[in-house]
């Protein structure tokens, strides 16, 4: 069965500091991958996602990026975190008309 | 742009009631999913109505796409405290399934 993993789960950064977020998925191959941000209590943004291997679509211009080194690995960065970036970042996975999300990583910058 | 709006917002109902969270646009989607969150947690798929006019039922919960695939209606059963968390919809863009444009959530708290 397939799985996806998010990581960490919780996240206190400075204000200027780098971000490394890390999302992997397992039992399925060349799945189409996907980064949202979730305001509280409300829908999900779509930031960015992935058809293949190096591929990436942006959807918002904003402070943050996205890269997929692997067939199965996808990665959000930031070099300077903004306030602005807190939130609740969801990684999922798609297939046909379905898709799966990560536990999500909660992150706060200070 | 697609946008989804969903309403109600917010809903507080007593245990055993009846209700309907709507789900619309002006854009027509080739397919479109059903979510509940619980807090701190990612979404988790109820199901997919992929043609025009589906109705799917899962245990207390009925589904149903719009004829015209523009709309979408979760209506909820004698409804449980267990019903409670955020109701997510979303539509995969019509011109392909890459892409997935969510609602804007209905928040439900089933009081025993």
Redesign the interface.
Known sequence: SQTIHQWPATLVQPVGSPLSLECTVEGTSNP?L?W?RQAA??????LF?S?GIGQI?S?VPQNLSASRPQDRQFILSSKKLLLSDSGFY?C?W?V?????????T?LTVT | TQL?E?SPQFLSIQEGENLTVYCNSSSVF??L?W?RQEP??????LV?V?TGGEVKKLKRLTFQFGDARKDSSLHITAAQPGDTG?Y?C?G?GDSG?????????T?LKVLA
């Open positions: 189409n996907y949202y209590g409300r829908g999900l943004q779509l996602y058809v679509s959807e969801l999922a798609s046909l008309n379905e898709q799966y999300f990560g536990p999500g909660r | 989804l969903q080739s397919s999913q979510y701190g947690e990612g979404p988790v798929l997919t992929v955020l997510l979303a995969a399934t890459y892409k997935y444009i969510f609602g804007t959530g928040r």
